[in-house]
C-alpha cells in the first residue's frame, strides 16, 4: 500500500462552509495531483503541482484552490461550499518524470467522499 | 479527442470462474498502459503496466495483454475471488505531455459471488 493519506475520508457540511481537504505523502514524491470521482465516472484531474510552490489547473473546471507548500503536502479548499462540490475527491502522486516507466505510476490515496446539503 | 472506453460497464460471475475485461483507447502518442483495481470507497492501485513494445504482463491470477496496433487491451481474471469484486480501471498516458497526462476509462464494476 502506497503512503499517501486523505483526511477526512468522509465529510458532511452545509452549504457556504469552507472546507480544507488534506493530502499528505511520505515518499518524498515531486509532482502531486487531485481528483474529482463521481460513482460510475473516470476520474478529472481539477489540480496538479511539480513540486513546491507550482499548482496548475487540470482538465475539469473547479471552484476550489490548492497550495503546495511542502513537498509532502498538498490540500485543497473550498472557500464556499455548494451541492454540486458533492463527490469523492483522490490525491495522487509520482516521482519525478525522466526516470523508468515505472516512475510514472501515480500511487493514490483512499479519498475523502464529500457531501454537501 | 484521446479516449479510453471499457466494456463491459458491468460484470457478475461465480467465485472460481475466469472473466475478462476489455479496453480500447484513442490515446496518442502512446506511453503506457495501466489496469488499476479499485476497491469500493478507496483509491485506485496498480495492477500492471505494459509500454508500446510488450504484449502480456501477468500479476497472480491476473494477465493483461495490449495490442498497440488495434489500440485494445484485456485484463483476464482467472479463478476468482471474493476478493477480486472491485472496478477495474484502464488509464492510458499520453507520452506527449511532460505531465504525463492519464487518460482513465470509466472502469468495469465487477462483482463475484459466492
Known amino acids: 500500500e502506497a503512503d499517501i493519506y486523505q483526511t477526512p475520508r468522509y465529510l458532511v457540511i452545509g452549504t457556504g462552509k469552507k472546507i480544507t481537504l488534506e493530502c499528505s505523502q511520505t515518499m518524498g514524491h515531486d509532482k502531486m495531483y487531485w481528483y474529482q470521482q463521481d460513482p460510475g465516472m473516470e476520474l478529472h484531474l481539477i489540480h496538479y503541482?511539480?513540486?513546491?510552490?507550482?499548482?496548475e489547473k487540470g482538465d475539469l473546471s473547479s471552484e476550489s484552490t490548492v497550495s503546495r507548500i511542502r513537498t509532502e503536502h498538498f490540500p485543497l479548499t473550498l472557500e464556499s461550499a455548494r451541492p454540486s462540490h458533492t463527490s469523492q475527491y483522490l490525491c495522487?502522486?509520482?516521482?519525478?518524470?525522466?526516470?523508468?516507466?515505472?516512475?510514472?505510476?501515480?500511487?493514490f490515496g483512499p479519498g475523502t467522499r464529500l457531501t454537501v446539503l | 479527442k484521446n479516449q479510453v472506453e471499457q466494456s463491459p460497464q458491468s460484470l457478475i460471475i461465480l467465485e472460481g470462474k475466469n472473466c475478462t475485461l476489455q479496453c480500447n483507447y484513442t490515446v496518442s502518442p502512446f506511453s503506457n498502459l495501466r489496469w488499476y483495481k479499485q476497491d469500493t470507497g478507496r483509491g485506485p492501485v496498480s495492477l500492471t503496466i505494459?509500454?508500446?513494445?510488450?504484449n502480456t504482463k501477468s500479476n497472480g491470477r491476473y494477465t493483461a495483454t495490449l495490442d498497440a496496433d488495434t489500440k485494445q487491451s484485456s485484463l483476464h481474471i482467472t479463478a476468482s475471488q471474493l476478493s477480486d469484486s472491485a472496478s477495474y480501471i484502464c488509464?492510458?498516458?499520453?507520452?506527449?505531455?511532460?505531465?504525463?497526462?492519464?487518460?482513465f476509462g470509466r472502469g468495469t464494476q465487477l462483482t463475484v459471488w459466492p
Open positions: 488509464v492510458v498516458t499520453d507520452r506527449g505531455s511532460t505531465l504525463g497526462r492519464l487518460y
Open positions: 495522487a502522486s509520482s516521482a519525478r518524470a525522466g526516470g523508468p516507466e515505472s516512475y510514472n505510476e501515480q500511487f
Open positions: 503541482s511539480y513540486g513546491v510552490n507550482s499548482t
Open positions: 505494459m509500454t508500446f513494445s510488450e
